[in-house]
Nanobody, 121 residues
């Protein structure tokens, strides 16, 4: 099982970017999927999460600007970011919780490789 993230890059403040992350391998099911970010010298923090049923969660810092979605058939999670701010600059990581490769488990959490998002002022 691997998580492959794509997207990111450099954008000016007020701009937008999209990220995607696909879970590859022989997958039976995936529970919650999410995006986290880590800025230099700071702890990794949750940016957005979405359950298999589509329930979403955002911290106040990105609410209204970031939108998470997923395609369960493709085991892919997306993050649409608008009105980006310099403080959104960080390495963004995707995460998949309770990934089952069979009906009998165990469910394992996986992280994708990070992708850099840089917002210039």
């Amino acid at each position: 099982v691997q998580l492959q993230a794509s997207g990111g890059g450099l954008v000016q403040a007020g701009g937008s970017l999209s990220l995607s992350c696909a879970v590859s391998g022989s997958i039976f099911s995936v529970s919650t999927m999410g995006w986290y970010r880590q800025a230099p010298g700071k702890q990794r923090e949750l940016v957005a999460s979405i359950t298999s049923g589509g329930r979403t969660n955002y911290p106040d810092s990105v609410k209204g600007r970031f939108t998470i979605s997923r395609d369960n058939a493709k085991n892919t999670v997306y993050l649409q970011m608008i009105s980006l701010k310099p403080e959104d600059t960080a390495v963004y990581y995707c995460k998949a919780d309770n990934v089952f490769v069979s009906a009998w488990g165990p469910g394992i959490n996986y992280w994708g490789q990070g992708t850099q998002v840089t917002v210039s002022s």
